[in-house]
């Protein structure tokens, strides 16, 4: 069984541990985002990609949610002491290695997906059935448009790593802008997966930053809508409110409510020019399930709380029971 995940970082890696839990046998390839990428300290920073990578080789930090297991801070702390900027993104000392890797195959010439493969060689050993494939080779940035008094427009934009980290999102994020979308391209090895997929499933992860930077690269929506395997999706907002993160922060700034119907119902279904064939929503949500159906898309409801990999296990293999009939993929 071949499945195709559409993802993020944090919540993603847990869905995707819960995915090889209900399929270990299906090979999985996860499409990652990689507009979140920035360059610090003249070193190419991947987070959601080294966050997949380090939870599913079992070498992140489970309590943190993000970077090593067993990290130090050593670097950080003299770059500090230099008194060298910025200081409020945390760079582990274990973490700089990869970036040291990364920032220098890249330099030499190979596109992203080969780096990644390069580094997933050591973190997915054990498990070579999962493969990590960047949403494109190009370079994509998130920047978040806010509100800013003292400059001449009354707004600046800033990465979407400063709005999150720096920032915690406390500023109201009038625009999301993503820079370089429309000159970047899918790669051969996204666009194939997608063709050849039994499955794909969209991960809970944020709509506006992580979902929706995959599915902007022009001619990946195309293909994702050309799949011939089922489409599935599962909300990550939960009663009202995210799960993980800070979603509620920016869904207002591209027009969607705080609400697990209204972010269905902005993937759309595939058959009406989306790209679902079935949003699965929380239990809590189950009053507004009526509105997707409404919508055209079909929907069920369960628990989606992601307590641990089994029972990520059990909300996939429920949306599985209750795809559409004739769009169920082999067992």
């Not at 920032?167 to 996204?190: C, H, K, N, Q, Y």
């Not at 700034?253 to 058959?271: M, S």
């Not at 809590?284 to 929907?299: E, H, K, P, Q, T």
């Amino acid at each position: 069984m071949q499945i195709v995940v559409l993802a993020g970082g944090v919540g993603g890696s847990r869905f995707v541990q819960g995915v090889r839990r209900a399929h270990p046998g299906a090979t999985i390839s996860v499409i990652g985002n990689t507009a979140d990428d920035i360059t610090m300290h003249g070193l190419r920073i991947c987070p959601d990609l080294d966050t997949m990578m380090y939870t599913l080789g079992g070498g992140g930090d489970d309590e943190r949610g993000w970077g090593r297991l067993g990290e130090t801070w050593n670097v950080l702390g003299e770059l500090a002491a230099y008194g060298v900027e910025p200081s409020w993104f945390s760079l582990g000392d274990l973490d700089i290695g990869t970036h040291l890797v990364r920032t220098q195959m890249l330099e030499a010439g190979y596109p992203l997906t080969e780096v990644t493969q390069a580094l997933t060689a050591r973190w997915l050993a054990a498990d070579p059935g999962i493969r990590l494939l960047p949403m494109s080779d190009d370079r994509v940035e998130t920047h978040v448009v806010i509100a800013d008094p003292g400059s001449p427009a009354g707004r600046r934009a800033v990465h979407f790593q400063e709005y999150w980290v720096r920032l915690r999102a406390a500023p109201d994020a009038l625009e999301v802008v993503r820079v370089g979308i429309d000159a970047a391209r899918p790669t051969s090895a996204v666009l194939a997966a997608l063709a050849g997929a039994d499955l794909v499933l969209v991960a809970p992860s944020n709509p506006v930053v992580s979902i929706g930077p995959i599915l902007a690269v022009p001619g990946l929506r195309d293909a994702l809508r050309a799949t011939p395997a089922p489409v599935v999706g599962f909300a990550g907002i939960l009663g009202g409110a995210p799960v993980l993160g800070m979603a509620h922060r920016l869904l207002p700034a591209i027009g969607v409510e705080v609400d697990a119907a209204a972010v269905g119902l902005h993937y759309g279904a595939r058959d009406a020019g989306g790209v679902l064939d079935l949003w699965v929503m929380d239990e809590r949500d189950a009053g507004s399930a009526d509105a997707v159906r409404r919508g055209g898309l079909a929907v069920t409801t369960t628990d989606l709380v992601m307590a641990d990999a089994d029972a990520t296990a059990a909300f996939v293999r429920h949306a599985l029971d209750r795809l559409p009939t004739g769009s169920a993929p082999p067992a």
